[in-house]
Each structure stands twice: as C-alpha cells, then as structure tokens.
C-alpha cells in the first residue's frame, strides 16, 4: 500500500469513477515532519504529483503517464495531532484519449466521533464530522508514442554550460528556512546547484536516511520531485 495514497475503495453507483483513501498527520508517514512552512508541518506539493501518478498507474496499468494539468487550491495543514482522511477520486474525462481527471479532499479524522454523535443524539443534539475540504484538482493521460517529443530533451551538460554561477548548499538551506521554508533532513537531498540569469541545474539525491527506509522506486518521488 502506498502511504500516500492508500487503499482502493470500491464507489456505488459510480461508473468508471476509481476513489483512494489514506489517514495521514504531522507524523505519519515519519518523513512529513521534515516538510514545515512557518512552524506547520503541510503536504509537499510534490505529493499531490505522486498520488496522482501512482492513482493512475493503478488505474491504467504501468505505462507513460504524465499529469496534463494540476491546480493546487488550498495547502493541507496538519494541526497539532490532528489526522486526516485523505482521498483522491480519479474519474475519466475521455476514455478514448485516456484521459482522467482527479480530485483531493482531506477532513479531520476523529476516531471518537461516532460514540459522541450518539450521545448527543440521546441528548437531542446534533454532531457533525468535519468539512472536506479541497486541496487538489488536475488531469492525467497516458503519453502515447507520437507524443514522445525527443527532440526537446536537454542534456544537463549542455544546461551545465550556461550555468556557471556555483551556489553554496548550506547557505541556500539556511536561506530556505529565513523565509519560513524549513526542510528537515530527510528534504534535504540537493548536493549541488548552478544557476544563471532565470535558469538554474541541480544534482540531486536520496538523503542516506531515506535509502535504507526506501521501499518501491515510486516511494522516492516526492522527495526528488520536491
């Protein structure tokens, strides 16, 4: 099962629709703690990529599969203790071009919710669970052969070329967390980086505690991604 996505759940009276839940907080999975904004610990946008490609190669099969668009509408915050339900529903958009659409809500998960609606039923009252809220919507198609556009890759060598101005790797992480961006180790894979007017190269990798916990190769994306 993958941590972020979760298991498959099985929709009435909804064709061709695919929906995934997890639980997820500020310590579960382990490496989110190391992603903090201001103090909070927030899902990595790099996330939202990942459970959406593993969603669709689960859905389509493992083929090339790339996102066409994704729109991030509201960050996932994680409040103290609190869980979350997390849940991603893929549905197609074009079954001919193989095309989906794909949506993410989270709420507050509350393992003594039910026992407290029943007793302020008996009381005459009325205890609701929380809102959903969205976090991510976007689009997934699979890449077919015509569409392999060869001629656009670039080799880092020849990016290498125009990058000439070196960056310290500490002082950017230092920088990061002066604005609040404040990676922890396991977020801190960049090893170097060159940049230039608008353009910038990186070599990036695993942190060493990350390799020994890594499980599939899909489990390593968004700490690459991010």
Partial sequence: VHPLLGYQIQLANQDGGYLFECRLSAISPEFLADHQ????????GAAYVEMAL?????????????????????????HGEDKRVVQLLIEPQDEEMEEYKFNIYSRVYDVGLQERKVANEQKGGRLTSGMWQMHAVGKVKC???HEHNRDFIEFPEEIQKRCKEVINIAKYYTAMNEAG???GDKFQGIEKLWTSN???LGKVNLPSNLK??????THDRPFIVN
Wanted: hydrophobic share 45%.
């Fill in 212 to 217: 020994q916990a890594s499980g599939q190769p």
């Fill in 54 to 78: 593993v969603a669709a190669e689960q859905v389509l099969g493992q083929r090339s599969i790339i996102i066409d668009q994704m729109e991030i509408q509201q960050a996932l915050v994680f």
């Fill in 37 to 44: 904004v201001h103090g909070q610990v927030v899902l990595p």
């Fill in 181 to 183: 961006l404040e990676y």
């Fill in 143 to 145: 890449l077919r052969e």
């Fill in 198 to 200: 608008g353009e910038a």
